[in-house]
């Protein structure tokens, strides 16, 4: 299989989103235009690496060059169609393989990177195709860990003199029991280890804004009782 499909994959994706906008998102800016999307799908190929680099099931070259083709094209129709974008990526991804048959991907090839495409996003779904579990364990781990400080810190009112506080008790509160959530739904070992240590950062990170902050339990208390009530003003 030659191994330029994939920097083909890359450039058709950018060409296809190009010029595109997400209009379903309007908590996180960045996230809005089409560069965001083809960068996402660029991290996944990225997890898919590191996710196999941690596991003892090996896959041959073929059948990794097709775990990487899928995670490239796997989003492709995520900015035009919000429900159900797995199914219509797939669609779309289809019609570029049937055009480009000098890739030399046969029938059973093909049906398997448009597989991993079309059911990449039943995360619920514990996966027996060790692929498949592949490409949705690197999905899911995308924006988690460093990242997702950041994009905590876009549900708070910046302006309160009571952030840092309330950036504390949103991650213990809300980031911590979804990296947990997460962490049920992933298939592979490989993505476990990598999610655990996302986990542990966020708790470094949470241990080291405690210290800065100097609160102890009943302080903190009431400088949270405080921030609500500087935040209902604000809101008022």
């Keep these: 299989m030659p191994t330029n499909i994939l920097d083909d994959a890359r450039s058709y994706l950018v060409d296809f989103l190009k010029g595109k906008q997400n209009v379903f998102e309007t908590k996180h800016p960045w996230r809005k235009g089409w560069e965001f ?15 196999l680099g941690r596991e003892d099931d090996r896959l041959s070259e073929s059948e990794v060059t097709l775990l990487r083709l899928a995670a490239i094209l796997h989003d492709i129709a995520r900015l035009e169609k919000r429900e159900d974008h797995a199914r219509a990526g797939a669609e779309i991804a289809a019609e570029w393989l049937e055009r480009n048959g000098q890739y030399g991907l046969n029938a059973e090839e093909s049906r398997k990177v448009l597989e991993m495409i079309a059911d990449h996003s039943k995360k619920e779904v514990c996966e027996q195709d060790f692929s498949k579990g592949v490409l949705k364990d690197a999905d899911t781990l995308d924006e988690i860990g460093v990242m997702s400080i950041f994009m905590t810190s876009n549900w708070l009112e910046h302006q309160s003199p009571f952030f840092f506080h309330a950036l504390r008790q949103r991650l213990i509160e809300v980031e911590l029991p979804f990296c947990d959530q997460k962490l049920s739904i992933l298939n592979t070992e490989g993505a476990k280890k990598i999610l655990r240590e996302k986990r542990d950062f966020v708790e470094d990170f949470l241990a ?19 921030s609500q009530e500087v935040e209902s003003e604000y809101s008022g």
Excluded: C, K
């Excluded at 080291?208 to 405080?226: G, H, P």
């Design 37 to 51: 999307a083809v960068l996402h799908s660029l991290h996944v190929e990225a997890y898919v690496l590191r996710i």
């Design 208 to 226: 080291q804004l405690r210290d800065e902050l100097q609160a102890e339990r009943e302080a903190e208390q009431s400088l949270m009782r405080l």
